[in-house]
């Protein structure tokens, strides 16, 4: 496969939730057992911008994460997997360092979903790099970035 040998960058907000009846356990890859309720707070979002930086030497994932400006070892091995696994659908990321960045407009661990907010966002700029770096459009957009931020 040919990637644009480029510097790409993406940027994307994803609202939050909080749960009024909330799921118990799951089935499958991140499927939920049964239904939950929740109420979308659009203006607590989580605001996720990703650079990939193509290295013609790279042959593994290699990423930064960054949490409120801040470097973030701990979100970055919580993170490592979803990326490893992500390999598979998004191969370019193997050629291409990632720095990724995220903020929420609200407090993290408030009770507030953030992670479901901030693998939303995430899932939408892996998209969108990737139809920037493959030249190919996804013809179900949402849908893979929604099966995505579900994996995470």
């Known amino acids: 496969m040919n990637y644009q040998k480029i510097e790409v960058v993406s940027r994307w907000q994803s609202p939050s939730n909080i749960a009024l009846v909330k799921y118990w356990g799951k089935k499958g890859l991140q499927i939920p057992c049964n239904p939950s309720i929740s109420i979308t707070l659009d203006k607590a979002v989580s605001d996720t911008s ?10 593994e994932l290699s990423f930064d994460f960054y949490f409120e400006d801040t470097k973030n070892p701990g979100f970055e091995e919580k993170l490592k997997p979803f990326l490893i ?3 598979s659908y ?20 408030s009770g507030i979903a953030s992670s479901a ?24 957009f949402f849908q893979t970035a929604s099966y995505w931020a579900r994996i995470g």
């Open 85 to 87: 696994h992500a390999q």
């Open 117 to 140: 907010s901030a693998y939303s966002a995430l899932a939408l700029n892996l998209c969108t790099l990737h139809e920037a770096i493959t030249g190919e459009s996804l013809p179900h």
């Open 90 to 109: 998004f191969k370019w990321l193997q050629h291409y360092h990632v720095i990724i960045h995220s903020s929420n407009t609200f407090p993290h661990s």
């Open 50 to 59: 990703m650079q990939a930086i193509y290295d013609e030497n790279q042959n």
